[in-house]
């Protein structure tokens, strides 16, 4: 309906130019909304306000020439009567026959119903998570996880071409400590006595990935506890302790007393335990990549030399104190960034400079990371590196997630990675189920503090939204389930051809709120928020929960039960529709 008011709307301008009304000139973006009142109809819009000034008459007098327009139309669809509201609003009042017309849509459409094409085919590369492999996948990263998951799905029905990525962290200090982590568990289990570091990794997965090794190779990497501690820094809480520097002397050892090769054996058991692991997380959690990204690849192909070469031919790196640093304040950072460290290894920062470079190489015309917000001050930094590079700094969307806190039993749950003490998305999964996890993590704007309570998402009540909604499907499922054990077979044909004749206010809030479903769609696809679907979901839910109790269904009267029965199925299609965007299944029983 909204689609119908637009053209009549655009043809309104398009005559009013062409009565000297307005320039010739003048574009407009035409704006139509669902009224909040029905007294004042079904639609409405500002289009007078918003052209009050192009025309030099006050808006509710242009008003009045738009509806003159309007009403000296042969044909104006679905449009049975306009009126001007206020200063200037126009209000559209439908036709009752039109508000079914989108039932016929949906099943016409099915899974693609909603389907857009405001992408215009543009690529997108979606890079989330990205958790470093350090450890197992916590509820903190669930939210980013659910998140970037539901945007993806979202761009793609909104005509996008998407790929999504998760950036492996496999390079660098903190998988260092990792590894000389695990090698520390690993002589303890060969029996050497040590107080094991303060900054090492402490949690149960690290025992199980040094059992492994010593499965693997006996104890043939194991050195003498005294040996390894020699000439090693105090740790914090000791004299003259430095926990960082205890740690950083730590992982030197290793890698000096077990050789490349053997440190490189460690190393490798731990990264691609712990890949494996968050990878079987997410495919339990309903998410998929299509690539998976390795840090060391951009260090081994030369491409984070090739990105730092072309900044330095730019001029915009110096060196200082045998360190690189590039010029970032020149692009409205707060100060310079290294980029390679005196001692000639490369930054976190380098990475990403060239990770993002290579993102764009890759042909992709938007480029959308997923952040924790913890990462807000990175964003200028790396767009500064992009803008530097002469590429499109543009191209890049930084989305913000807020880390959910986890509450049970109106506790506060912890969440430390380096100390183990925290709960794992899996744990999650299995008390909740994936569904609710996923559900509960989009159902607010992705920047807003969350509080995560598992009480409510296990729950089988009306305060719980996931349960509301899945509810609402599955009742259908149950009413066409009872119908088909009377023996009464839906005839949508006949169905279709009631549907006029409903006249319950449920059964029209009901239609209209099918009509709203692909403009949610483009709007949310747009703005990144897959949590407007999720709000759509459950006023959807509420349309069918009312109607449900406000009638009958399965009536005698068959011209009425096939036209309830056929509107309750478009219903339960939406429902199945926006909840796969979520990735939440539709289940038929509850």
Not at 110 to 128: K, T
Not at 218 to 226: I, N, T, V
Request: net charge negative.
């Amino acid at each position: 309906m909204k689609q119908q008011v637009v053209q009549i709307l655009t043809h309104v301008i398009d005559q009013l130019k062409s009565q000297g009304v307005l320039p010739g000139d003048v574009e407009a973006r035409i704006n139509v909304e669902n009224t909040r009142d029905k007294a004042h109809g079904d639609l409405a819009t500002n289009l007078a306000m918003m052209l009050t000034k192009a025309a030099g008459v006050p808006p509710r007098a242009l008003a009045e020439k738009m509806v003159a327009v309007i009403e000296s139309m042969e044909d104006r669809g679905a449009v049975a009567k306009v009126e001007i509201a206020g200063p200037g609003f126009i209000n559209f009042f439908m036709q009752d026959n039109a508000k079914f017309a989108v039932v016929e849509q949906v099943f016409a459409q099915g899974a693609d119903f909603g389907r857009c094409n405001v992408g215009q085919g543009r690529s997108v590369l979606v890079e989330f998570v990205s958790a470093n492999p350090t450890g197992p996948l916590h509820v903190g990263h669930g939210r980013g996880a659910a998140y970037g998951a539901s945007v993806s799905s979202l761009l793609e029905v909104a005509g996008f071409e998407v790929a999504r990525e998760y950036y492996v962290n496999d390079a660098g200090r903190q998988m260092d400590i990792l590894a000389t982590s695990v090698w520390l568990r690993y002589l303890s289990l060969c029996g050497e006595e040590f107080a094991f570091p303060s900054n090492g990794y402490k949690g149960a997965y690290i025992f199980d990935i040094a059992a492994e090794l010593k499965r693997e190779q006996g104890e043939s990497l194991r050195k003498p506890a005294f040996e390894v501690f020699t000439g090693v820094c105090a740790d914090e809480g000791q004299t003259d302790g430095d926990k960082e520097k205890h740690i950083d002397d730590l992982i030197a050892k290793a890698k000096n007393l077990l050789g490349s090769n053997h440190y490189e054996t460690v190393f490798n058991l731990a990264l691609n335990t712990i890949l494996e692991d968050i990878k079987e997380d997410l495919h339990g959690f309903n998410v998929t990549f299509e690539n998976w990204f390795s840090e060391r690849s951009l260090l081994e192909s030369g491409v984070i030399d090739a990105a730092l070469e072309k900044l330095q031919k730019a001029g915009k790196i110096y060196e200082q104190g045998g360190a690189l640093w590039f010029k970032s304040t020149e692009y409205g950072d707060e100060k310079d960034r290294v980029v390679v460290r005196d001692n000639g290894l490369k930054t976190y920062f380098a990475s990403d400079i060239a990770y993002h470079f290579n993102k764009l190489e890759r042909g992709f015309d938007i480029l959308i990371d997923i952040w924790g917000s913890d990462h807000h001050g990175y964003i200028p930094r790396v767009k500064a590196a992009m803008q530097a590079m002469e590429t499109n700094p543009e191209a890049l969307q930084v989305l913000l997630v807020q880390f959910a806190v986890l509450y049970r039993g109106g506790e506060k749950l912890a969440m430390s990675t380096r100390s183990g003490e925290f709960v794992t998305l899996r744990e999650l999964r299995e008390e909740v189920g994936a569904d609710a996890a996923r559900f509960f993590y989009v159902q607010r704007k992705s920047e807003q503090h969350m509080d995560f309570d598992l009480d409510l998402a296990k729950s089988q009540s009306n305060d719980n939204p996931v349960y509301y909604i899945q509810y609402a499907h599955a009742r259908i499922a149950r009413v066409l389930e009872l119908a088909a054990e009377k023996g009464w077979q839906v005839d949508l044909a006949a169905g279709k051809a009631g549907l006029n004749a409903l006249d319950l206010e449920q059964e029209t809030d009901l239609a209209v709120q099918l009509a709203k479903y692909p403009e949610t769609i483009a709007r949310a696809a747009l703005a990144y928020e897959p949590h407007q679907i999720a709000y759509y979901l459950k006023d959807l839910a509420h349309g069918l929960h009312s109607y449900y109790n406000a009638c009958q269904f399965l009536v005698e009267d068959e011209g009425v039960r096939n036209a309830r029965l056929t509107l309750i199925m478009a219903v339960q299609q939406v429902l199945k529709n926006g909840l796969a965007i979520l990735g939440v299944s539709a289940p038929e029983k509850m």
